[in-house]
């Protein structure tokens, strides 16, 4: 794929947790830091807006979707360029356990290495979440 091309690949994990379990876990903003790495150590309320201070990129806001029955996690990342970016993540029922699926998209004129170098770092959150969620 050329580099100023967009496009998007869907990385999913399976965990061995009841999906109400799951979407509670990982819809509450506190928990991120805890499994989502990129958005640094902590993540605060501020003044209405969920902060993170001490991102990789800097200070981020990130607003997220209302909780919904969907098992939809949705949320947008304001970087501190004022560029926001879209995640759309999901939670969804699979047998007895869930599949968290990110869909990971390409930013224009983000280069191959940048991407892979992105779903690499949604991988590894995944599994964070999964080992979080599996051994609790």
């Not at 947790?17 to 958005?39: I, K, Q, T």
């Not at 290495?113 to 599994?127: G, K, N, P, S, T």
Request: with cysteine.
């Amino acid at each position: 794929m050329h580099p100023t091309d967009t496009g998007t690949r869907h990385l999913s994990v399976r965990i061995e947790r009841a999906v109400d379990d799951v979407y509670s876990f990982a819809s509450e903003p506190a928990n991120m830091p805890a499994w989502a790495h990129g958005l640094g150590g902590s993540m605060e309320k501020v003044g209405g807006q969920w902060v993170a201070e001490s991102s990789p990129l800097g200070r981020v806001v990130v607003r997220f979707v209302a909780r919904n029955e969907l098992g939809v996690l949705d949320h947008d990342v304001t970087l501190p360029s004022g560029e926001t970016v879209y995640n759309p993540l999901r939670v969804i029922a699979c047998g007895t356990g869930s599949e968290v699926v990110f869909s990971l998209r390409r930013q224009p004129g983000m280069s191959d290495a940048d991407f892979e170098r992105d779903a690499a770092m949604v991988i590894a959150d995944l599994a964070r979440l999964k080992e979080l969620l599996e051994s609790a």
